[in-house]
């Protein structure tokens, strides 16, 4: 049984159509990618997902129905508008957050020691959560989603404000929580954490879901759309090519819909002072994958 | 433990252990009692044998011997037989003041008064009086000369409510007005707690985690009973501060004690103090649900709070005519009911069908409003820095 299950999802806001159709389902023991630009509605289904909204039209199933006070209780929401008490103690603050998720407080109180520790927050917990930096009260944050041990863990923005050590331990428990059998669905603009850590994503555009699937298969679907180049010589302004960045001393190049590497290739050839070192069809990442689809050079 | 009662007693912990809610609950009354004490105490190492008053007496009506002298508090008097020694007492600060009747009172009624730096204090000059009286009045009988000397004492009574008012009991007039200050400040505290209370889960951000544990409703609720518990703490610790006052000022103070507990009072005014409570405070919820931040709610709010104060603007009016029809409406209208009877109570009575319409009129007000807020409360709360418009809260209201 999925763990999550959106078919249709519709919601307006007067004027405004945050979500026209979105669908997707996530299941147990995933990361789950949420992405899309800004505005393109993912809040708002998450929103309606944790039944904060109700939707204008579609369903949604979380653990097999509808959300109910049993089922809220096994889930951990950390939305991209967070925070926590700021002029209370960070343990009493974590602690309360978990009775109220349903967790006894001995238990939550043995619990909290482990995230604590694992955070290197400690020394802290008797400090005022404004007395922390901000990446310690994102970390803080974080052991709130966690604490109650949730099966659905939804997060937007995980990695927001953590430096590369932190982000790294972030990323290691959500492999830690997959393995475990918890569904977790992941909104981030970072698309190489995408890439490393969910199997599975939905790309949602002007409230529609426009791109939803595995990974690997949406990439190999957009293979042929970028070519890796390595060489000498004027690389700008080539016909067909929609994007193009170094890296590592190589060329990495987005091309336009309906553009033939084959063409690109002879193109090169034929320009004078031009070297190719290496010229191969490169599987696209997920970030041009990304671009292509919300510029609408990519019809999916 | 239910969600709701863990927040209302996380709410309440969070109030009540504040450094300035502390403050405001002991510190001020605590310090009022101090001083209260402080007074009464000097008062009464102030207290000291008066210095007697000397009189010379030329008309031969009066008898030294009626004086009650053994009466405690009462000035010793002493009568000198001739004015060189009586002055003599006099420049020696034997006694404090001389009175010479001459032997024309009271035929015409003017005496000599003798003192060197200031005239007879009050006491002194009462206790004088009340002896000059006495001898005068020798030839009337008892009932009437006591009649004369204490003064008539008027009691009114109200047909309709069995209630007496009397001048003796001057301190159950004032009563009502005292606790409807106090009933009143607490409230008008909360209210202002309330728009914290909301404009600090919007700006901490906590809003939309909570809420997937808690419905608006439940946190709300959790929140204003919390609030209400530490209103009332409050409020039980200034009624046993001022208890134990007037159990310390009530010996020094004459006036207290003719003070009955109007429980009456009281318990009309419990019936009241709950629903006009929820009334303010779901009238802050909805306002800090509309406002994006808690410097605009509680200016809104402070606007808004008029409405509730009302009747102290009409005091002079409630005093005067508390039968008056703007009083009678003031005394049904949600807002102004609770302080409006309150304070007619000192001075007359309420009837019963003015407490059981009002009383029923501020519930079902009270009740649209904690829908409404609850309602403008669930939209507004997630619109970070946004105002809810107009239509907005119209378009909240009917879905």
Same mark, same amino acid.
């Given at each position: 049984m999925n763990t999550v299950n959106v078919s249709h999802l519709a919601k307006r806001f007067g004027d405004v159509q945050a979500v026209a159709d979105v669908s997707f389902a996530v299941e147990p023991g995933e990361i789950f990618g949420m992405l899309g630009p800004n505005g393109a509605g993912k809040t708002t289904t998450i929103r309606m997902m944790m039944d904060i909204f109700r939707p204008d039209a579609g369903e949604i199933a979380v653990f097999g129905g509808q959300l109910d006070l049993a089922k809220k209780r096994r889930i951990g929401y950390l939305p991209e508008e967070r925070g926590l008490y700021k002029d209370q103690k960070l343990e009493p603050t974590l602690i309360y957050l978990a009775t109220l998720k349903g967790m006894d407080e001995k238990i939550a109180r043995q619990r909290l020691s482990g995230w604590l520790e694992r955070f290197d927050l400690t020394e802290y917990r008797q400090k005022k959560v404004q007395e922390l930096s901000k990446g310690m009260q994102q970390k803080a944050q974080i052991i709130a989603t966690l604490l109650h041990d949730p099966d659905l863990i939804v997060i937007d923005e995980p990695f927001s404000g953590l430096d590369p050590i932190n982000a790294r331990l972030v990323k290691k428990i959500f492999e830690e929580q997959r393995d475990a059998g918890k569904a977790i669905i992941m909104s981030t603009h970072q698309m190489y954490q995408v890439e490393a850590l969910c199997n599975r994503i939905v790309l949602i555009d002007n409230g529609r879901s426009v791109l939803y699937g595995l990974v690997n298969e949406i990439k190999r679907n957009f293979a042929g759309n970028a070519i890796t180049l390595e060489g000498e010589g004027d690389f700008d302004a080539i016909p067909g090519v929609l994007e193009q960045r170094k890296h590592n001393g190589a060329w990495h190049m987005a091309l336009e819909l309906g553009a033939d590497p084959q063409a690109i290739f002879r193109h090169l050839g034929r320009q004078n002072g031009t070297r190719i070192e290496r010229f191969e069809l490169a599987e696209p990442s997920l970030d041009d994958i990304f671009v292509n689809v919300v510029s609408g050079k990519v019809q999916t | 433990m239910n969600n709701f009662w863990l927040i209302a007693k996380h709410e309440y912990k969070r109030i009540v252990f504040r450094r300035a809610f502390l403050l405001i609950t002991l510190a001020v009354p605590l310090g009022f009692a101090a001083l209260i004490g402080l007074i009464a105490f000097i008062k009464e190492s102030e207290k000291s044998e008066p210095l007697p008053i000397g009189y010379v007496d030329y008309t031969g009506l009066i008898e030294h011997s009626r004086y009650p002298v053994s009466d405690e508090g009462m000035t010793p008097i002493i009568e000198f037989g001739d004015e060189t020694a009586a002055l003599d007492a006099l420049h020696r600060e034997e006694i404090q003041a001389l009175f010479i009747l001459p032997d024309t009172y009271p035929a015409a009624p003017q005496t000599e008064l003798y003192y060197l730096e200031n005239p007879p204090g009050g006491s002194a000059w009462r206790d004088f009086n009340f002896f000059i009286s006495l001898n005068l009045l020798t030839p009337y009988p008892e009932a009437v000369r006591h009649r004369l000397i204490e003064g008539g004492i008027i009691t009114v009574h109200d #047909? #309709?409510?069995?209630r007496e008012f009397s001048e003796n009991g001057t301190i159950n007039i004032v009563f009502p007005f005292i606790a409807s200050f106090i009933f009143f400040a607490s409230t008008m505290m909360a209210s202002g707690y309330m728009i914290e209370i909301v404009a600090d889960e919007k700006e901490n951000r906590m809003l939309e985690m909570m809420l997937t544990a808690v419905s608006p409703g439940q946190l709300i609720g959790g929140k204003a009973i919390g609030l209400l518990a530490a209103t009332l703490t409050q409020l039980t610790a200034h009624i046993l501060i001022l208890a134990v006052g007037l159990f310390i000022a009530t010996p020094y103070i004459p006036t207290l004690q003719q003070l009955i507990i109007p429980w009456d009072y009281i318990g009309v005014m419990a019936l009241f103090f709950l629903p006009a409570y929820a009334l303010i405070t779901a009238i802050m919820i909805a306002v800090s649900g509309v406002f994006p931040d808690s410097e605009q709610a509680q200016q809104i709010a402070g606007i808004l709070n008029l409405l509730f104060i009302l009747p102290l603007f009409s005091v002079v009016l409630i005093f005067e005519n508390s039968g008056s029809p703007l009083v009678i409406f003031l005394s049904l209208f949600p807002t102004t009911a609770f302080l409006t009877i309150s304070l007619r109570w000192g001075v007359g009575t309420v009837p019963l069908w003015q407490i059981g319409s009002s009383w029923l009129i501020l519930i079902t007000k009270t009740g649209l409003m904690l829908w409404m807020a609850v309602k403008l409360f669930r939209v507004g709360m997630l619109r970070y820095g946004q105002r809810l418009t107009l239509k907005g809260a119209l378009t909240a209201l009917r879905n």
């Open positions: - | #047909v #309709v409510s069995g």
